[in-house]
């Protein structure tokens, strides 16, 4: 995280060059490795601990590459803005005001790995207590360039998650080559091959779930929206097996609405996007009509409608979301829940917080009209029934079919996506 005090604030200035740079950093557990052939062709590589992670910028694409035990996983990203988007997360972190933040030119001069370079103090506050880091910065014109692209690329990823605009820039035309988590290691220049800047042979590119879908409307190949996606089937259609810890919460009906199905689904790959490990979910249906139970085991947001609500407040909106109606927050089984109408979906929805990791929510889309979910909820659901499942082991799976038909091996997606996320996180 310290990283981002220099990282993310730092903007260098562009230059054409013939041959491509490699500019090698050391971290605290392995290597990270920027090359770079211009603007929109370098890739940003990190070993550590025998895990490879891997961004590539190609034309005006951004892909997440990860690869572990022989398996290559790739996430385009921007689909994982779409997705992102969507649920009222985003990549973009609020502004620190620029008073926070005090750097101290010193004069004195530091080379490291054969770079000559100037140290610099950064004073400050971060997280609510006070901070301050010594780095050392370069006008080296290899370090610069190849920083300048891959910030470009960053901001392009979170649309400002960088903080590139002017009062958060140390000064233009340096970079950093020594600070607290990462210290240069090496800076070549030479050719190199073409196919380095292009996705592996081997890689397969993770298929974001049909967010539209999900939300009532209707995207590129899908006829039915809500109607055959994730309101009318249990996980989205894609459990695997059935749940363990939600099943002892469930009633088999109330207010007319059936359980119709359960089970595990973190499978789908938006679960472990979002730091959800274990997620399970229950489809109650009567009619047409459909509520959807999810059980985030790994939440410390505490669910989406007090998050979204705080998010609108401050900025304005939170993604697709652009207003919480009808809040409220209360008492149900003696667990604390909030509740709204979040719009312009219309999805009505109810967060009960089980403990500091854990959130029951429960979702109704109220096009139809809308119900009384926290009535619905406490005759349909026993929060107090909730037991932390044992851990269970991990058990190779065979492939699985997707559902473009390729051959597709869940629990490594999963894995995959989750460090692809982790290592867009740790970078700022």
Request: proline share 3%.
């Amino acid at each position: 995280m310290r990283a981002a005090v220099w990282f993310g604030l730092v903007c260098g200035l562009g230059t054409g060059v013939m041959a491509d740079y490699i500019v090698e950093y050391t971290l605290p557990d392995g290597r990270q490795t920027i090359t770079y052939k211009d603007a929109k062709h370098h890739k940003l590589s990190i070993d550590s601990e025998g895990t490879q992670s891997h961004v590539y910028r190609i034309g005006e694409k951004v892909y997440m590459v990860s690869v572990e035990d022989g398996q290559t996983q790739v996430m385009d990203m921007d689909e994982m803005r779409k997705l992102t988007a969507a649920f009222g997360a985003s990549a973009q972190e609020p502004k620190e005001p620029k008073e926070r933040w005090k750097v101290t030119k010193t004069g004195r001069k530091e080379s490291v790995a054969g770079v000559k370079g100037e140290v610099w103090i950064v004073e400050g506050e971060m997280d609510g207590e006070p901070y301050r880091d010594e780095v050392v910065m370069t006008q080296d014109k290899r370090v610069v360039t190849t920083f300048d692209a891959l910030l470009g690329t960053v901001e392009k990823i979170g649309e400002g998650f960088a903080a590139m605009d002017e009062e958060f820039q140390f000064e233009k035309g340096w970079a950093p080559i020594k600070a607290e988590d990462m210290v240069l290691a090496s800076v070549t220049e030479r050719s190199v091959d073409a196919a380095e800047y292009e996705l592996p042979k081997n890689a397969q590119v993770q298929k974001m779930p049909d967010v539209a879908g999900m939300f009532g409307g209707k995207s590129e190949g899908s006829e039915a929206g809500v109607a055959g996606n994730c309101y009318t089937q249990v996980c989205c259609g894609q459990s695997a097996g059935p749940s363990v810890a939600l099943k002892k919460m469930l009633k088999e009906s109330a207010e007319g609405f059936k359980l119709a199905g359960d089970g595990v689904c973190d499978i789908l790959g938006f679960a472990t996007a979002f730091g959800q490990r274990s997620v399970e979910g229950a489809l109650y249906t009567k009619g047409k009509d459909a509520i959807q139970v999810t059980l985030n085991m790994n939440d410390s947001a505490q669910g989406s409608v007090l998050q979204t609500r705080q998010t609108i407040q401050k900025h304005g909106n939170a993604g697709l979301i652009q207003e919480v109606k009808g809040y409220k927050t209360g008492s149900i089984g003696g667990k604390t829940y909030h509740y709204g109408l979040l719009m312009p979906p219309k999805q009505q929805t109810l967060d009960i917080l089980i403990d500091a990791q854990t959130t029951l929510s429960i979702t109704h889309l109220a096009g139809s009209g809308e119900i009384d979910l926290i009535g619905w909820s406490k005759k349909a659901i026993d929060a107090g029934a909730y037991t932390t499942p044992a851990k269970a082991e991990s058990k190779t799976k065979p492939a699985q079919k997707g559902a473009q038909g390729n051959e597709l091996d869940k629990e490594g997606v999963n894995q995959g996506v989750d460090e692809a996320v982790q290592l867009f996180k740790s970078l700022f």
